[in-house]
């Protein structure tokens, strides 16, 4: 069965610092796809960044990058030039036939 | 980019009725449209997959008779909590996938309190 872990409940990072949220994941698949969601307070699930597995380069989308280490089974979204408005849980996610599979989230505040 | 319609954002119903939710995908057809359920800071529970034309799938452990799911157009998806009580109270989201993408585009939720 896959699964996706996420080891860290709750982070802190400073305005403008630089922070790193972990993600492994289980699969016995070759291709597949990786997400990273926000959800701020809203609610509203946010797409961050999406990763193929069958791209060795790593995602980045303007501050945001990850850190995809295949045959580690590894997912991690770097967050660079924090900002208040990152302050969100952001879940981790594999894409498992038609269906995405969660991991329990992480909650990152940010420091002023 | 895809946008998905949650309606309502929030409804407060009494032990016994039930509520029905909506979930349209505005710029997309939407074969598919999955329905999760999220407890306050916890992560999204997949509940079901909305099928156009056919019945929903269930995850394990939930009611079929209790979540009733109509995917009636390729637009248009609905839950309804039937004999609503207390401990259905939840977050409801649903979500859908534009085929031109691998992505998937996330409706605004419904916060359902049972009294």
């Known amino acids: 069965a896959q699964t996706v872990t996420q080891s860290q409940p709750e982070m802190s990072v400073q305005e403008a610092e630089t922070v790193t949220l972990s993600c492994t994941y289980d699969t016995s698949e070759s291709d597949y796809y990786l997400f990273w969601y926000k959800q701020p307070p809203s609610r509203q699930m946010i797409l961050v960044i999406r990763q193929e597995a069958y791209k060795q380069q790593n995602a980045t989308e303007n501050r945001f990058s990850v850190n995809f280490q295949k045959a580690a089974k590894s997912f991690s979204l770097k967050i660079s030039d924090s900002q208040l408005g990152d302050a969100a849980m952001y879940f981790c996610a594999y894409r498992r036939g038609n269906k995405l599979v969660f991991g329990a989230g992480t909650i990152l505040r940010v420091k002023s | 980019g895809a946008v998905v319609s949650q309606h309502p954002s929030w409804v407060i119903c009494k032990s016994g009725t039930s509520v029905k939710i909506e979930c349209r995908s505005l710029d997309f057809q939407a074969t598919t449209m999955f329905w999760y359920r999220q407890f306050p800071k916890q992560s999204l529970m997949l509940m079901a997959t909305?099928?156009?034309?056919?019945?929903?799938?269930?995850e394990q452990g939930v009611e079929k008779d209790k979540f009733l799911i109509n995917h009636a157009s390729l637009t248009l998806s609905t839950l309804t909590v039937t004999s609503a009580h207390p401990e259905d109270s939840s977050f409801y989201i649903c979500?859908?996938?534009?085929?031109?993408?691998?992505?998937?585009?996330f409706g605004s939720g419904t916060r359902l309190t049972v009294v």
């Open positions: 909305s099928n156009e034309g056919s019945k929903a799938t269930y």
């Open positions: 979500s859908a996938r534009d085929r031109r993408g691998p992505s998937y585009t």
